[in-house]
């Protein structure tokens, strides 16, 4: 909890607010869950959270940015989705690599090969194909990074959960008459 942690600093970074925690108020080898909330008068909170394994040592700080989504303003995925994720490494100096897995939430992998990315899983970057995906399904993508110079491996991972389409209700069509709505005429 906040208790924990003695010198939290709120910020307001290039692309938004920043909460920073300083690495000495965290210990090694523990997973640290951050939970952010939002509220807006008359809209539901949304939340969003981010877990964190701290690591001693010097490894790869890897970020990952939905670039489609950002793009597309839709931050879930369907079957039919267009998919491009980007990885940083943000203190790699040196020859640095990345390998991208993904898993189903139901810890199934997905293949990302020639078939199924136009990328393949070696690279900082991960682009699929249209069709790759299942409907109803979330997916996990990890891109795990080595840097020669860094002591071990840094990894970030993205959730993109299911664009699930509206269900129930009704759908009505009227035959409008002559006259009845719309200028247009055929001709």
Aim: net charge negative; hydrophobic share 30%.
């Amino acid at each position: 909890g906040a208790a924990h942690c003695s010198s939290l600093n709120f910020g307001l970074g290039s692309s938004g607010p920043v909460l920073g925690i300083s690495g000495s108020e965290l210990d090694a080898e523990v997973e640290y869950t951050f939970k952010l909330t939002i509220n807006k008068a008359g809209m539901d909170p949304q939340s969003t959270t981010q877990t964190v394994l701290v690591q001693s040592g010097h490894i790869p700080m890897v970020y990952l940015e939905c670039v489609s989504c950002k793009a597309q303003s839709i931050y879930e995925v369907s079957q039919n989705s267009y998919v491009y994720l980007r990885g940083t490494c943000t203190n790699c100096w040196g020859l640095h690599r990345g390998h991208w897995t993904a898993t189903r939430t139901s810890n199934e992998s997905l293949v990302l090969d020639a078939s199924s990315t136009t990328t393949g899983s070696d690279g900082m970057n991960l682009v699929l194909r249209q069709g790759v995906l299942r409907h109803g399904d979330a997916y996990v993508f990890t891109l795990h990074v080595t840097d020669g110079n860094l002591d071990g491996e840094g990894a970030a991972s993205i959730t993109l959960w299911p664009n699930m389409p509206p269900s129930g209700g009704e759908c009505r069509l009227r035959v409008l008459a002559a006259g009845e709505g719309g200028e247009g005429r055929g001709g």
